[in-house]
Nanobody, 125 residues
């Protein structure tokens, strides 16, 4: 059974930084994609950033230049470095894995097979 466990959320002020991590276990695929999604109260879950096991990345326009995604294949761990955080970045952040991805890592939530429980990020003004 594939399991994803997020960590690193918290509360910061506008302009601050946080680093999220997502540890994956329970699979042996050599090619896969992992992504970060977020969901604010009353809003749809949206893709933030995604990476594949070959090193390709994909970002939502709203976080380009501020967030950096990285995937450590040896540790099966996905990271999201977030800087210049804004109040509108406040949300529950989820990591997910797409075991059948081909080509560019997707920001479409329906492409993903397994999800973590989420970690809360709160940015105050």
């Amino acid at each position: 059974q594939v399991q994803l466990v997020e960590s690193g959320g918290g509360s910061v002020q506008h302009g601050g930084s946080l680093r999220l991590a997502c540890r994956a276990s329970g699979y042996t695929y050599s090619a896969y994609c992992m992504g970060w999604f977020r969901q604010a109260p009353g809003k749809e879950r949206e893709g933030v950033a995604a990476a594949d096991s070959d090193g390709s990345t994909n970002y939502a326009d709203s976080v380009k230049g501020r967030f950096t995604i990285s995937l450590n294949n040896a540790k099966y761990t996905l990271y999201l470095e977030m800087s210049s955080l804004k109040p509108e970045d406040t949300a529950m952040y989820y990591c997910a894995i797409d075991l059948g991805c081909r080509g560019s890592p997707s920001l479409i939530r329906t492409e993903y097979d397994y999800w973590g429980q989420g970690t809360q990020v709160t940015v105050s003004s």
